[in-house]
């Protein structure tokens, strides 16, 4: 008879921990979904930590294609492209002072620069003036 309570109680508590791990990873996996990184006042992980500072251009200064710090392209959480420009992550129809993400794709950005558009490549230092 002993034996038996202990067994059912090993058993109940078995089963409550199956419980509450299974509510435990559903609560998790609901968070994971609504995580949005936001890079503002954050360090740019382009940057060296070691070395020459960086000298940036301020948003509003943004005037020419001489004022665009082309930093690279990625995709975020969602799988989305970005570019990375001034140490900004920008979407397509992002703005940032006069400039203007066209279009991204994997090895290029077309941005507008004061009706002028621009393709910023992954290879190449600067912009080239599109068409």
Known sequence: MITQIKYRLHRLFLLGIAFL???????????????????????????????????????????????????????????????????EMLTKGSELGALKVLKITDNEAIVLIREKKYTLNLYEKGGEESD
Not at 57 to 76: C, K, L, N, P, Y
Request: hydrophobic share 45%; proline share 4%.
């Open 21 to 87: 791990l299974t509510v435990a990873s559903f609560l998790y996996a609901q968070d994971i979904d609504k995580f949005i990184y936001d890079s503002h006042g954050k360090r740019d992980p382009f940057i060296p930590l070691v070395g020459l500072p960086h000298i940036r251009t301020a948003v509003s200064e943004i005037m020419s294609i001489d004022d665009v710090d082309f930093q690279g392209i990625a995709r975020d959480a969602r799988g989305r492209r970005i570019v990375i420009i001034n140490g």
